[in-house]
């Protein structure tokens, strides 16, 4: 029997080591992969924890040395009583309350324009904003009104109506009360049983109505708005 030559021995040789490696080599792969992905999981994992660190840190620089500053806004409407060059006295349904003017923090404005505490006067209405921060309330913003904002007497009639001129009428309540006078202006809303705009002329003398009313500063009462109860086919 011949002995191998050097050139089979070598072939025999190459092809025991890549029986050896080709399967080394898929193992090795497959663990590639799945260390891969366990190193993304790490990732992502320590970067949500990084993210949950970094908004603790900043509610605690927001809050201050980890004790929470509790803050809510305040608005409401006032009317001016008194003015001062460092306060403002304003009066509503709860009672008066002083307005401190914080040079800086303070903002005055009337139209949107930024005014002076002089430019403000007895009587004219005010809305205030301000910021409650730890029980103390700032004053954020005074804006001026032109509009009077004072309650006005107001009156709900359900009756039909007993006589019919161009800018008044007379109704007879329900009720059975006295007939009550009322006028028309340029504001007041005419509307049909539905809710839809309809004018004077639609109405007539007997027609069920809802009324609403608002005495003006001489006392008379002017309808704001007045609503047909029934049809006005039913005429």
């Known amino acids: 029997m ?9 072939l025999t040789l190459f092809a025991a080591t890549l029986m050896v490696l080709i399967p080394a080599r ?30 603790i840190q900043e ?7 980890g004790t929470a500053r509790l803050r809510s806004n305040r608005a409401y409407l006032a009317k001016v009583v008194r003015v ?5 006295t304003v ?9 401190p003017l914080e040079k800086d923090v303070t903002q005055l404005e009337k139209l949107g ?5 002089d430019q403000i006067a007895v009587d004219d209405w ?3 904003q301000g910021e409650i921060v730890d029980d103390n309330l700032k004053i954020k913003k005074v804006m001026v009104y032109d509009k009077d904002f004072t309650p006005k007497d107001k009156m709900i009639v359900v009756g039909s109506i007993s006589s019919l001129g161009k800018n008044d009428l007379k109704v007879q309540p329900r009720s059975g009360d006295e007939a009550v006078s009322l006028s028309f202006d340029k504001n007041t809303k005419f509307q049909d049983m539905t809710g839809n705009e309809a004018t004077v002329s639609d109405f007539y003398e007997d027609l069920q109505c809802l ?11 002017v309808v704001s708005t007045i609503r047909a109860l029934t049809s006005f086919d039913d005429n």
């Open 2 to 10: 011949k002995k191998p030559t050097n050139s089979l021995r070598l």
């Open 26 to 55: 898929f193992v090795s792969a497959e663990e590639a992969s799945e260390a891969a992905q366990t190193e993304n999981e790490a990732t992502n994992e320590s970067s949500t924890i990084d993210t949950i660190k970094k908004v």
């Open 59 to 65: 509610k605690k620089v927001e809050l201050g040395s």
């Open 84 to 88: 001062s060059e460092e306060t403002l």
């Open 91 to 99: 009066s509503n349904y709860a009672g008066n309350k002083i307005i």
């Open 113 to 117: 324009k930024t005014i002076a505490v």
């Open 126 to 128: 005010v809305g205030v």
């Open 211 to 221: 009324l609403v009313a608002f005495a003006d500063k001489n006392g008379n009462y």
